[in-house]
Nanobody, 123 residues
C-alpha cells in the first residue's frame, strides 16, 4: 500500500506561480500529476521516473510547468508558472509500482492516487 500526501493547492492570479508537492514516504516510485477541471475528464499533466532522469509533460503545460523530485526521491514537486484560468482544476498526484518508463502519461498506469488538491487561477 502506498499512501500519497499532497500539499495544498491554492488561489493565484493569472500569470502567477504555485508549487505542489506529493510525498510517498519511504518509497521511490514513478509518479505523475493529473488534473480534472469541472465537467471535463481527468487529463495528464506531467510525470517523472523514479530515478528522476526522465520526465514528460502535456503539451498544454510544456515550458510553464516543471516536475522534479528531491534527493531522497520520495517527494515530487510540480512547479507551475505563468498560470492561466485554464489551469484551474483539481490536481491529483499518482504513483505506480511499475518501473517501466512507458505509459506514464496514462491514468491506468497508476495504482495509487492522492486525495486531490484544488488549484484556482483567477483572471
Amino acid at each position: 500500500q502506498v499512501h500519497l500526501v499532497e500539499s495544498e493547492g491554492g488561489l493565484v492570479q493569472a500569470g502567477g506561480s504555485l508549487r505542489l508537492s506529493c510525498s510517498a514516504p519511504g518509497r521511490t516510485l514513478n509518479m505523475g500529476w493529473f488534473r480534472q477541471a469541472p465537467g471535463k475528464e481527468r487529463e495528464f499533466v506531467s510525470a517523472i521516473t523514479w530515478t528522476g532522469r526522465e520526465s514528460d509533460y502535456a503539451d498544454s503545460v510544456k515550458g510553464r510547468f516543471t516536475i522534479s523530485r528531491d534527493g531522497a526521491k520520495s517527494t515530487v514537486y510540480l512547479q507551475m508558472n505563468s498560470l492561466t484560468p485554464e489551469d484551474t482544476a483539481v490536481y491529483y498526484c499518482a504513483a505506480t509500482l511499475l518501473t517501466r518508463t512507458q505509459g506514464l502519461n496514462l491514468a491506468p498506469t497508476y495504482l495509487y492516487w492522492g486525495q486531490g488538491t484544488q488549484v484556482t487561477v483567477s483572471s
